[in-house]
């Protein structure tokens, strides 16, 4: 790994009561680094640094939930001579694509090397107990989550790996290349992090912490979203056994519910209560503004949504709350609403979310071709989503695309879908001409980053 992407930040940003008040904390040494991890707020500010950065645009605040990798997945009206529209027809190639992969990438080791700088220090003595187990666990998840999203759009496709290098998995921060890493030995280091977060986490998660530093656990990486993280990730190294496992745990443990209509109706379009990792945005509606509902934002064909997405599923509470058709001066769009801001929302305003409970179902049904575990967690998707769709005695087959069909539905504009045709290896990609296959699955490493690895 080159130097330049580990680079320190000099900036830990602290966010205090107000989404405006922030203090900028800049440690230009080893020692002072060492001055700023000498107290408890020292730890939490680095931590905020790190949820900060996960919000930039080039992460998950817009690239890598709305917009790029929504772009991959074929979800929006493009013009064909746009990044966006390169970006659709994955040349990867493009002057403009490559700069918008390269950044990303550079934005997911910059927030890694912030959490690893962190983690270099949480041994020295100075945090609690229960603030040691929190501090922690929250930033090995994150670490945990940022590379296996790394893994998910730069590694190769599951079932297709070899002994090549394919990634780095940074632990340390280091003025020195890091070396990369083979699929095997990138997913041990990324499953000891994950089990070693669900451990510290699950020791103070139930009884709770008397900070209020730590409030609001479904916009951290809490204990929950470490096990959904792992249900994911033995999903996507084909070990369905341990995916059904944690997808249950979590299903089981009562802490989340599904949607139900009359939520999508009162407005509550993301899913609020399904949230197992989300991030609150503060100018998520500026940003949403411009990117959907303003005058020349994202769209979608209607009947390309009502027929080929939904099937014409008359009664379907997603079709009917989540796609509106806006008249403007010049033109008519079909748009996502997903993201609406208003008066009218509450739990949900301000918020992305990274991982839902909607996800561990499908996961739990995918990873069983037992019916009497399957078709009840499908009739209970079917209900919550008001489904005309009849699913009643559905064998593998069915189930299979009844999953493969809803991962579509349900996490359109969240970033979701091309992880999923990439995971399956899927030839054929719904509203595109290209068939999927290796140069459309695996984005390219950065050049300097191809020749350090050759």
Not at 255 to 278: G, M, P, R, W
Not at 306 to 325: C, H, M, P, S, Y
């Amino acid at each position: 790994m080159k130097k330049f992407t580990y680079c320190i930040l000099s900036c830990y940003i602290l966010l205090f009561v107000g989404c405006s008040n922030w203090l900028d904390v800049k440690p230009t040494s080893r020692v002072e680094q060492a001055e700023m991890f000498s107290t408890e707020n020292g730890f939490k500010n680095a931590l905020t640094g790190v949820y900060i950065q996960k919000k930039d645009k080039k992460l998950y605040g817009k690239s890598l939930t709305m917009d790029f990798t929504e772009n991959l997945a074929q979800h929006w009206k493009v013009n064909k001579s746009s990044t966006e529209g390169y970006t659709s027809m994955f040349d990867y190639k493009n002057a403009s694509v490559e700069e918008l992969i390269d950044g990303i990438y550079t934005s997911f080791y910059n927030t890694i090397v912030n959490i690893n700088n962190l983690l270099s220090f949480v041994d020295n003595g100075v945090l609690s107990a229960d603030l040691y187990d929190m501090v922690k666990g929250e930033a090995l998840g994150l670490r945990a989550f940022l590379h296996f999203d790394l893994l998910r759009l730069y590694g190769p496709i599951p079932g297709k790996q070899t002994d090549t290098k394919i990634l780095a998995y940074a632990q340390k921060v280091s003025r020195d290349n890091l070396p990369m890493h083979t699929w095997q030995e990138y997913i041990a280091f990324l499953e000891k992090d994950l089990n070693d977060a669900e451990a510290l986490l699950n020791k103070i998660e139930h009884k709770g912490i008397e900070d209020d530093f730590f409030a609001y656990r479904q916009n951290r990486m809490n204990y929950w979203a470490v096990l959904a993280l792992k249900a994911r990730f033995y999903l996507w190294i084909q070990n369905k056994e341990k995916a059904a496992e944690y997808a249950g745990k979590v299903i089981a443990g009562e802490k989340f519910k599904l949607s139900q209509s009359v939520d999508f109706t009162n407005k509550d379009f993301i899913a609020s209560s399904e949230h197992l990792f989300s991030m609150h945005v503060y100018d998520l509606e500026e940003i949403t503004e411009e990117y959907f509902y303003r005058g020349g934002g994202v769209q979608q064909t209607k009947s390309l949504i009502e027929g080929d997405l939904f099937q014409n599923d008359v009664t379907d509470i997603r079709k009917a709350e989540l796609w509106k058709q806006i008249k403007e001066t010049s033109s008519t769009r079909f748009v996502l609403m997903k993201y609406k801001q208003g008066d009218a929302v509450h739990v949900s305003k301000e918020q992305i979310p990274l991982i839902r409970l909607y996800e561990m179902y499908l996961i739990a049904i995918e990873c069983s071709d037992d019916a009497t575990v399957y078709q009840p967690l499908i009739d209970e998707l079917v209900h919550a989503r008001n489904m005309s769709l009849d699913m009643t005695g559905a064998d593998v087959n069915k189930k299979n695309k009844f999953v493969a069909d809803e991962y579509n539905k349900e996490f359109y504009g969240e970033g979701q879908q091309f992880y999923q045709y990439k995971r399956r290896n899927d030839e054929t990609i719904m509203w595109s001409n290209i068939a999927g296959s290796e140069s459309v699955y695996v984005l390219p490493l950065p050049k300097n980053e191809i020749k350090y690895n050759e």
